[in-house]
T-cell receptor, first 113, second 112 residues
Framework: NAGVTQTPKFQVLKTGQSMTLLCAQD?????MSWYRQDPGMGLRLIHY???????DQGEVPNGYNVSRSTTEDFPLRLLSAAPSQTSVYFC????????????FGPGTRLTVL | QQQVKQSPQSLIVQKGGISIINCAYE??????FPWYQQFPGKGPALLIA?????SEKKEGRFTISFNKSAKQFSLHIMDSQPGDSATYFC???????????FGKGTKLTVNP
């Protein structure tokens, strides 16, 4: 099992550009989520999904879109990148929502100039 | 929005010492309290978790202590080793939802 994979590992964008961060898992997990990690701020939930076709907002959803067309994939779209979105992004999946072990990907380090 | 307050922000311990990290939460829909460990450049990974039908859970050198009435739980690392140097996050389920809310993290440094 590859677990949770994320691409790319690093990305530099200019303000206003759009891009999609990819996340895939091969564990047949229903629950997937996106977090951003900033120094001193911990892990903050951006969006999450409890199954294919179902998504919902987390703590910091503004400027991001998600969709979940398959169980395996959960892409995160930045619509118009801003310097405030400079961060490390982690995708995670778990068998169940909330009360179950979350498996994290290796992260994508994004810099917006 | 559930808040999870984690302390201290950073901790320096000598090899062989005890590391203690504390978390406090507000309300939860169900009882599941995990601790995650993160090494630099890596994603977090589950270290240990408790479902508090018990007040304590021990796995090797790592112990979670849980105080339901005080809405607090803590991680104890016994005989701390330099390899334990990492950032530790506690988490708690947000009341009434499927979301897990994380604390802001504790950077642990264990000196040889």
């Amino acid at each position: 099992n590859a677990g949770v994979t994320q691409t790319p590992k690093f990305q530099v964008l200019k303000t206003g550009q759009s891009m999609t961060l990819l996340c895939a898992q091969d564990m047949n997990h229903e629950y997937m989520s996106w977090y951003r990690q900033d120094p001193g701020m911990g892990l903050r939930l951006i969006h999450y999904s409890v199954g294919a076709g179902i998504t919902d907002q987390g703590e910091v959803p503004n400027g991001y879109n998600v969709s979940r067309s398959t169980t395996e994939d959960f892409p995160l779209r930045l619509l118009s990148a801003a310097p405030s979105q400079t961060s490390v992004y982690f995708c995670a999946s778990s068998r169940l929502a909330g009360g179950d072990e979350q498996f994290f990907g290796p992260g994508t380090r994004l810099t917006v100039l | 929005q559930q808040q999870v307050k984690q302390s201290p922000q950073s901790l320096i311990v000598q090899k062989g010492g005890i590391s203690i990290i504390n978390c406090a939460y507000e309300n939860t829909a169900f009882d599941y309290f995990p601790w995650y460990q993160q090494f630099p450049g890596k994603g977090p990974a589950l270290l240990i978790a408790i479902r508090p039908d018990v007040s304590e859970k021990k796995e090797g050198r790592f112990t979670i202590s849980f105080n339901k009435s005080a809405k607090q739980f803590s991680l104890h690392i016994m005989d701390s080793q330099p390899g334990d140097s990492a950032t530790y996050f506690c988490a708690a389920p947000q009341g009434g939802s499927e979301k897990l809310v994380f604390g802001k993290g504790t950077k642990l440094t264990v000196n040889p």
